[in-house]
């Protein structure tokens, strides 16, 4: 008896109009109303994100950058600018994750530069090792690379789930980026609330800052948790908007708005759903209109 493989799953499904959102809990009526009540308030589609424990951070980290690649072009290239410059402050002494890291930025450069994702135009690519290799044979088989749309190319270059690949090195940099917010902010009682995030996680029993951000917001395929959320927004300046969908209830979507922003400027709006102890990402109509300064 041959073997047979078990197909692998894709980091990121196609984009779908809500009505397959539907037909997946067609015999859950409470469901089905959720998802009716989401076309009311305008959301148009959604994209299943991978479930291997890193799904909040992968589909904050694709919408996000859809978002900024899709927008205006003046949009487009101011925040792709300070998304650039946030995570160029990253480090991670692995030198596989530093290469893919590296890699990472280069790609936002392009789009801060207004090349789209990826500079189609450049001759000088050295595509023999690496996660340059994984991207350039991942977008071979989706066509000529100098007729792909900026979504088209940054789809395909998030297909390869490999430890160099982009997909794992913006995880790493979301979860990198939390962490050094939180450890940064850890005595500020404004982000929390009224309560610092340290009192915050001794009284759930979580540790110190440092512990938490240990053994919780930096290993990969740790599930995110709600502190997550606050500190991920601040250390980006981005918008978070999160409905939940589940067969109880009514709705319920939490905001999760910049405290602190760094101007006066409209902000992007990342979409994402929760249904129990997963995220997938929203498409919201007029979603290349910016949150509000």
């Not at 801060?112 to 290799?133: A, E, F, L, V």
């Not at 991942?138 to 690949?165: K, W, Y």
């Not at 502190?227 to 969908?245: M, S, T, Y």
Request: aromatic share 10%; charged share 20%; hydrophobic share 35%.
């Amino acid at each position: 008896m041959v073997a047979q493989s078990t197909p692998e799953i894709p980091n990121l499904g196609v984009k779908e109009p809500l009505d397959t959102l539907q037909l997946e809990f067609q015999y859950c009526r409470q469901f089905c109303e959720k998802v009716e009540l989401l076309k009311k308030q305008g959301y148009t589609g959604w994209r299943k994100s991978r479930g291997d424990g890193n799904c909040f951070y992968r589909s904050f980290g694709f919408s996000l950058l859809e978002y900024i690649a899709t927008a205006p072009k003046e949009l487009s290239t101011r925040w792709a600018a300070s998304l650039f410059v946030a995570l160029s402050k990253l480090e991670f002494a692995d030198k596989a994750e530093s290469d893919a890291h590296r890699f990472l930025l280069e790609h936002l450069a392009n789009l801060r530069d207004g090349k789209g994702w990826r500079d189609t135009s450049s001759t000088n690519d050295n595509c023999s090792s690496g996660p340059r290799k994984l991207w350039w044979g991942i977008s071979s088989t989706h066509g000529n690379r100098s007729n792909m749309s900026v979504q088209d190319q940054l789809f395909a270059s998030f297909m390869e789930s490999g430890p160099q690949s982009l997909d794992l090195a913006l995880v790493r940099a979301l979860r990198r980026a939390t962490a050094d917010f939180l450890l940064t902010n850890a005595q500020d009682p404004e982000l929390g609330g009224g309560m610092t995030w340290e009192l915050s996680l001794e009284a759930q029993g979580l540790g110190t800052p440092e512990q938490f951000c240990r053994e919780v917001v930096l290993p990969m395929g740790n599930d995110a948790q709600t502190l997550v959320f606050r500190n991920l927004v601040e250390a980006l300046g981005v918008d978070l908007h999160i409905v939940g969908l589940d067969n109880k209830g009514n709705l319920f979507p939490e905001d999760y708005r910049v405290l602190r922003p760094a101007n006066a400027s409209p902000r992007p709006v990342v979409h994402v759903q929760l249904r129990p102890g997963h995220f997938d990402i929203l498409y919201k109509s007029g979603s290349a209109q910016a949150a509000p300064p």
